[in-house]
């Protein structure tokens, strides 16, 4: 029986850390979603550390998920990259992991002389007769046998998915307290405790939490580069973010009750905007009269909305910020901040976007990507969607 996961969200994030004394970590991993919906997850470990192997990893990976976006069987990836990168002595460059996550909750794993990956279900091991292992032995052309692992099965509401490097699990070995290294079942049990504490914690805290105890085991001078991935599927955290009027006041009611049904988090970025809603709703809006730290200008508040701001300026601001981080992880403060957690906090965004120029905007001394905000919402979706693998969707008024 298959699980309707449409109405779930994929959540996946990572942490890596590199080898003490290294500047350059030669663990990859790298994540996309496609037009029809799939979520391709790569976790890529080159063999040592520096710049040879983080080249080596990146190159793999763009190869696995290149193929993946044609669709071409996981063998088939695997084949070409073995052959590229098999290596001519007793070791390749490189071993890896590849999942594969269908719309419909399929999960398609494929690895490579990698740690087996932790599947939690309802916060425990998951050990289904659903669960399909197979091995292949592929033949490269060199004349040489690798062996991968394929595992399929179904994702079922809340499940839990952890790969990670053999750098997390051979870390504090040589110590008294992990002489062996921390093993399969002290990441299993670590994991265990984590979601006890605390269920629903994202997968970016899980990824951290897992790094930093591997760092710790090594009493903090990591001995070789550590990377974990972590997979939630969970119930979608929903954002509706409005800015700029309608194109036509009729419409004004029409947006005015997208933000009074919603259910989820709302957020209104432009003052004539509010203005609309608050007037539609008979609803008011108080004014933050503290300068914010970001030199924008001050944020508002209005029952039953949790954030106000100005509209086109503070967008930009928020664009460059996605541009710029290469995490979701965003410490600094100010409103241009705020919003940008907001978003990255957020799973399913719909915007509602006005069509109405603002004269404003038209000023040449003002900057390029001020002058129509429809571009610069188009492309804060763009780099949630593909950056950070957010579910998007635009509607005009």
């Given at each position: 029986?298959?699980?309707?996961?449409?109405?779930?969200?994929?959540?996946?994030?990572?942490?890596?850390?590199?080898?003490?004394?290294?500047?350059?970590?030669?663990?990859?991993?790298?994540?996309?979603?496609?037009?029809?919906?799939?979520?391709?997850?790569?976790?890529?470990?080159?063999?040592?550390?520096?710049?040879?192997?983080?080249?080596?990893?990146?190159?793999?990976?763009?190869?696995?998920?290149?193929?993946?976006?044609?669709?071409?069987?996981?063998?088939?990836?695997?084949?070409?990259?073995?052959?590229?990168?098999?290596?001519?002595?007793?070791?390749?460059?490189?071993?890896?992991?590849?999942?594969?996550?269908?719309?419909?909750?399929?999960?398609?794993?494929?690895?490579?002389?990698?740690?087996?990956?932790?599947?939690?279900?309802?916060?425990?091991?998951?050990?289904?007769?659903?669960?399909?292992?197979?091995?292949?032995?592929?033949?490269?052309?060199?004349?040489?046998?690798h062996t991968i692992r394929l595992t399929r099965f179904q994702a079922q509401p809340e499940d839990r998915l952890l790969f990670y490097t053999k750098?997390?699990?051979?870390?504090?070995?040589?110590?008294?307290?992990?002489?062996?290294?921390?093993?399969?079942?002290?990441?299993?049990?670590?994991?265990?405790?984590?979601?006890?504490?605390?269920?629903?914690?994202?997968?970016?805290?899980?990824?951290?939490?897992?790094?930093?105890?591997?760092?710790?085991?090594?009493?903090?001078?990591?001995?070789?580069?550590?990377?974990?991935?972590?997979?939630?599927?969970?119930?979608?955290?929903?954002?509706?973010?409005?800015?700029?009027?309608?194109?036509?006041?009729?419409?004004?009611?029409?947006?005015?009750?997208?933000?009074?049904?919603?259910?989820?988090?709302?957020?209104?970025?432009?003052?004539?905007?509010?203005?609309?809603?608050?007037?539609?709703?008979?609803?008011?809006?108080?004014?933050?009269?503290?300068?914010?730290?970001?030199?924008?200008?001050?944020?508002?508040?209005?029952?039953?909305?949790?954030?106000?701001?100005?509209?086109?300026?503070?967008?930009?601001?928020?664009?460059?910020?996605?541009?710029?981080?290469?995490?979701?992880?965003?410490?600094?403060?100010?409103?241009?901040?705020?919003?940008?957690?907001?978003l990255l906090e957020h799973d399913r965004i719909d915007f509602v976007v006005g069509t109405r120029i603002n004269p404003q905007h038209q000023d040449?001394?003002?900057?390029?990507?001020?002058?129509?905000?429809?571009?610069?919402?188009?492309?804060?979706?763009?780099?949630?969607?593909?950056?950070?693998?957010?579910?998007?969707?635009?509607?005009?008024?």
């Amino acid at each position: 029986m298959k699980a309707n996961l449409s109405k779930y969200f994929i959540e996946a994030e990572s942490c890596q850390r590199t080898e003490t004394g290294s500047f350059a970590s030669g663990d990859v991993c790298m994540s996309r979603r496609t037009d029809d919906g799939r979520t391709l997850l790569t976790l890529i470990h080159g063999r040592g550390s520096g710049i040879q192997a983080n080249v080596t990893a990146t190159v793999i990976s763009s190869m696995i998920v290149s193929y993946a976006l044609r669709k071409a069987p996981i063998g088939q990836a695997v084949r070409s990259v073995l052959n590229t990168f098999g290596g001519h002595g007793s070791t390749t460059d490189a071993t890896f992991v590849v999942a594969d996550i269908q719309p419909d909750g399929i999960v398609r794993i494929a690895e490579y002389d990698f740690p087996p990956f932790l599947l939690l279900r309802q916060g425990a091991p998951c050990d289904s007769p659903d669960i399909q292992y197979e091995t292949q032995t592929l033949t490269t052309d060199n004349g040489r046998e690798h062996t991968i692992r394929l595992t399929r099965f179904q994702a079922q509401p809340e499940d839990r998915l952890l790969f990670y490097t053999k750098g997390v699990l051979r870390s504090g070995s040589g110590t008294q307290r992990l002489p062996e290294g921390w093993s399969t079942e002290g990441v299993e049990q670590a994991v265990i405790r984590l979601l006890e504490q605390t269920p629903g914690q994202s997968a970016r805290d899980i990824a951290t939490a897992i790094v930093n105890q591997a760092e710790a085991n090594d009493l903090f001078i990591a001995k070789s580069d550590l990377s974990c991935l972590s997979v939630y599927f969970r119930q979608p955290r929903r954002l509706l973010l409005c800015s700029g009027p309608p194109f036509n006041e009729t419409n004004d009611r029409v947006l005015a009750d997208k933000v009074a049904q919603w259910d989820g988090t709302t957020v209104i970025c432009g003052g004539t905007t509010a203005a609309i809603v608050a007037r539609e709703l008979r609803r008011e809006i108080s004014v933050n009269l503290r300068r914010d730290i970001s030199g924008l200008p001050p944020t508002s508040t209005m029952p039953g909305v949790n954030l106000i701001t100005e509209g086109v300026l503070t967008l930009a601001r928020v664009k460059s910020l996605l541009e710029q981080t290469p995490t979701s992880d965003l410490p600094g403060q100010g409103t241009d901040f705020e919003l940008a957690r907001i978003l990255l906090e957020h799973d399913r965004i719909d915007f509602v976007v006005g069509t109405r120029i603002n004269p404003q905007h038209q000023d040449p001394a003002l900057p390029v990507e001020l002058e129509l905000r429809r571009n610069v919402i188009k492309e804060i979706a763009r780099l949630l969607a593909t950056k950070f693998l957010k579910e998007i969707r635009i509607e005009y008024l």
